[in-house]
Structure formats: C-alpha cells, structure tokens
C-alpha cells in the first residue's frame, strides 16, 4: 500500500515559520482531499488544514490567516507553510489523504496516514 511521508518539521521561534511537505511512496490513485492533522500532547488529534483536488481549502479556526495549504496534483503532494508561529502549535502533525468518495472530510478520518513529523515552537 502507498505510504506517506512528512517532512519539514523542527524546532522554530514564535513568530517564525516552516513548511511541512507530504509526499506518497507512490501514486496516489482515486483520492479527493489531502489535508493534516495535529495532535498536541494530552489533546486530541484535529483537523489543521483540507485541500481537494479542485483547489477548495478548509482550515481550523486556529490557525486561519496564519497557515496555507497546497498541493501539487502530480501523484499527489501536499504542503502546509505555517507563518506567525505561536507555542500553540506545537505539535506531531500528520498528513492524510481521503478517497474521493469522501465528501466531508471534517466528519471522516483519512484513507492514509503518515508516520507524522513534530512541530516545536519556543524561544
């Protein structure tokens, strides 16, 4: 099966930046949305960012304003640029991916999972 993999995360300053990459072992066949997780120690894992294939994007309220995701439709990939960076945010992140029969990805857990990259943001 296609795996994923996260790249992209470290140590960054608040107020700083990074940018998380995600990209299949293979080619990704019948898959709508791409989108990323985060769970936070302690907290439960939750929705940062969707993107589908047409281009529509769902953000968090937390992170609106201050994340962008993307994609690259080619096999597909995916990529969160995180700006304006706060302790909040730190986090595993974990990149998904929802087969296109999935039409409300706030409500369905993704088809395929990465192992996750941590996210730490402090001074």
């Known amino acids: 099966q296609v795996q994923l993999a996260e790249s992209g995360g470290g140590l960054v300053q608040p107020g700083g930046s990074l940018r998380l990459s995600c990209v299949p072992s293979g080619t990704l066949f019948s898959v709508n949305f791409m989108g990323w997780y985060r769970q936070a120690p302690g907290k439960q894992r939750e929705l940062v960012a969707a993107i589908a294939s047409g281009g529509k994007t769902i953000y968090s309220d937390s992170v609106k304003g201050r994340f962008t995701i993307s994609r690259d439709n080619d096999k597909p990939m995916v990529f969160l640029q995180m700006n304006k960076m706060r302790s909040d945010d730190t986090a595993v992140y974990y990149c998904?991916?929802?087969?296109?029969?999935?039409?409300?990805?706030?409500?369905?857990?993704?088809?395929?999972w990465g192992q996750g990259t941590q996210v730490t943001v402090s001074s």
């Open positions: 998904g991916a929802w087969y296109v029969t999935v039409m409300d990805v706030t409500t369905s857990l993704p088809d395929y």
